[in-house]
């Protein structure tokens, strides 16, 4: 077994890599033929998810594999291999093995604990089938790794430890109201009809919104969705719309879950702002909502408009301060040639400016000089979010967005449009670093180390099948010849003599190769057993031939068997 996994996911990348390094459908499926296309792979398959980009691959050569699997990542990605390469985690052989077990038991997903990741390892399992990618190896690694993590889930109570991503998101809408509670008589827009969209839309259903307003860019589908939801049995209206009806849906609308496919944004900035224009009362400090509150920048300092002092600022000043005078939210998102605009205009600050600042404007310089320095590296800066927006204090909004699409559907920026509140798959990476582990963990990372154990073992002992099988082929051979020859030479031989005679001669074969071949496939399922396959080609001279031979013929065999097999 040569296993080998390269990928990146939110626990090695910034979401704005894996929003840019998303892959589609066809990037998928071109991915995994260029893949065995390569010189090093005999197999593979995709694993890719919101958060995850994983590449996996029978391998005949490590080095060359980690190699060749970056460039494919890279070029598939349209991330360039130099700004990829410290991002990718590479796990090989049983690693590659714990690795892929503890994605399905949840332990590696942004909510510990999670479900649907299993959904997602199942349609891998099914696209690499479908492609002829998966060969034995993947076969056997990904169907293992279902059923760990269905065991993880019915022997365990990690499903404590973690929701889905929905749930966890629309929990952190809710803020500190029960979801059913905070759910109740609103209305919904669900933008995508596919299983996360359908899975946000059945989650409302059960939580008691009045309303569900499916848009698809298939209207079919979302008419298949909204007919589901409208027989549930939750008493919740539902109906299809088209895409080009969203803007005028979310005007009435109190939360919209969006989880495309799609390219490119779904909701702009400008759409969002026009969908709550005149649904938010004036902020004069007694109703409604205030732009920003005291303590929600970095610098503990409230929001300010621009004034004539600020004029020739290159960004917008009406964000809270904390970079100068216009603040993280103002420079986050920002390029690096952008930030170093920004950073001289501040280093330049005449006096009247600088005594208005709390803060020493060339050390706040500097530090926009290192914001620079980062973005060079990663693109752009990622969007600042207080931490108060996702727990605690959270402004009031009139309408509520989760966006669980990778690469983002919504625009980032409307986390700051007064009555909005966003959240994404990056401020759900922030909630859930903070999030409890419960004590199943512990139990599940037990199961994972044994069922990983007991792959090995399985996967060596396989290993060393052919070459125990060719051995007895052998034997039988020398046995059919002995008694040919025995013939020859006794040709008035009676039949039941012969036949009394060639059973003997059987059963002293199979007694002489009983303990061998037994205890050689014992010590072959140990860790550093793989040598006694070569060992007991050289002690009988087996052919090499022979016992490819039987290798292949075990391959076949085992795709008959089951049509849901792949082949190599």
């Avoid at 007919?227 to 009806?245: K, Q």
């Avoid at 732009?291 to 610098?299: C, D, E």
């Avoid at 170093?340 to 009247?352: K, Y």
Wanted: with cysteine; net charge negative.
């Amino acid at each position: 077994m040569s296993l080998l996994v390269v990928g990146l996911s939110h626990r090695s990348a910034p979401v704005s890599v894996l929003e840019r390094a998303a892959l589609s459908a066809d990037a998928q499926a071109k991915l995994l033929q260029d893949t065995l296309a390569a010189e090093p792979a005999a197999e593979a398959a995709v694993l890719a998810t919101c958060n995850r980009i994983e590449l996996y691959a029978d391998v005949d050569k490590f080095h060359a594999g980690v190699a060749e699997l970056s460039t494919l990542l890279a070029q598939h990605s349209g991330v360039g291999l130099e700004e990829l390469t410290p991002y990718l985690y590479v796990h090989y052989e049983d690693r590659a093995v714990h690795h892929l077990f503890s994605v399905a038991c949840g332990l590696d997903s942004m909510v510990v604990g999670e479900g649907q990741i299993l959904g997602q390892i199942k349609d891998a399992l099914a696209r690499s089938q479908e492609l002829h990618t998966a060969g034995k190896l993947l076969n056997d690694l990904f169907q293992q790794a279902l059923r760990v993590g269905k065991r993880a889930h019915s022997e365990t109570g990690i499903d404590r430890a973690g929701q889905s991503l929905v749930t966890f998101g629309l929990e952190q809408l809710a803020v500190r109201e029960p979801v059913d509670a905070w759910a109740a008589g609103k209305r919904a827009v669900i933008i995508g009809a596919g299983s996360m969209s359908s899975l946000a839309a059945a989650t409302l259903a059960r939580a008691g919104v009045a309303e569900i307003v499916v848009a698809n860019r298939t209207l079919e589908r979302a008419e298949r969705l909204a007919e589901i939801l409208g027989d549930s049995g939750h008493g919740v209206r539902a109906r299809a719309v088209p895409m080009d009806a969203v803007a005028d849906e979310l005007t009435r609308a109190d939360v919209a879950v969006s989880c495309t496919g799609a390219t490119g944004l779904v909701l702009t900035a400008e759409s969002v702002t026009a969908a709550v224009e005149g649904r938010v009362p004036p902020a004069d400090g007694t109703t409604g909502e205030a732009p920003a509150q005291a303590g929600n920048g970095p610098a503990g300092q409230g929001a300010r408009t621009a004034t004539v002092a600020d004029e020739g600022c290159p960004v917008d000043l009406s964000a809270p301060r904390g970079f100068s005078v216009a603040g993280e939210e103002a420079v986050a998102g920002m390029d690096a040639a952008a930030l170093e605009q920004h950073a001289a205009w501040v280093d330049n600050a005449p006096a009247e400016r600088r005594e208005d600042q709390a803060a020493d404007p060339r050390a706040e310089a500097e530090a926009i000089a290192a914001l620079a320095a980062a973005a060079r590296v990663t693109g752009r800066l990622p969007e600042w979010r207080p931490r108060a927006s996702s727990a605690g204090a959270a402004r009031p909004a009139v309408l509520a967005l989760l966006d669980l699409a990778m690469p983002r559907d919504i625009d980032a920026a409307a986390h700051r449009i007064p009555g909005v509140r966003l959240v994404d798959i990056e401020s759900l990476a922030e909630a859930s670093a903070d999030a409890p582990m419960a004590n199943d963990v512990e139990q599940v990372r037990g199961i994972v180390s044994d069922e990983v154990a007991a792959f090995g073992a399985a996967q060596r002992a396989a290993h060393i099948t052919p070459t125990v099988v060719a051995l007895r082929t052998m034997a039988a051979d020398v046995v059919a010849g002995e008694m040919a020859r025995l013939e020859g030479r006794l040709p008035d031989l009676a039949d039941k003599q012969r036949a009394e005679i060639t059973q003997t001669v059987r059963r002293v074969v199979d007694k002489l190769l009983h303990a061998p071949t037994v205890r050689v496939k014992q010590l072959a399922s140990e860790p550093g057993g793989a040598g006694y396959a070569d060992a007991l080609r050289t002690l009988f001279d087996l052919d090499p031939q022979t016992v490819a031979a039987v290798s292949r013929a075990d391959h076949m065999n085992n795709e008959n068997d089951d049509p849901n097999r792949g082949r190599a």
